[in-house]
């Protein structure tokens, strides 16, 4: 029951935190749109609170993306991160440009 009650509040605050990321990005004071990248890597064999090892892409119109990841273990880092380094570059093949990087979470604008 406890086990539960913790990955629904963890789950709410997740969808929670998306939503306001996702309506504080849409265009800044000066018409600039935002994008943002979030990954989320959970480690092989430790309860995870149900989440899966991924990257969340929102871009300026709350359109989202999601890129999924293995679980975290050292046979699958190289391969975590070619796909987190093809996710960035493919976000500056599509006009962003990153301006900020905090944790594994990116901010991008739109050129």
Known sequence: MKTTTSKT?????????AFV?????????????YASMTVRETTAGIPDG???SKIL???????????PLEKLKSSTYSANRTKINEALNT????????VSVDNQSYVFIKK
Request: aromatic content about 10%.
């Open 9 to 17: 509040l963890i789950a709410s605050a997740t969808l929670i935190l």
């Open 21 to 33: 990321i996702a309506s504080s990005f849409r265009t800044g004071a000066n018409g600039q749109k």
């Open 50 to 52: 149900g989440f899966d």
């Open 57 to 67: 892409i929102i871009y300026e119109d709350s359109k989202s993306e999601e890129i």
């Open 91 to 98: 976000m500056a093949t599509k006009g962003y440009e990153l």
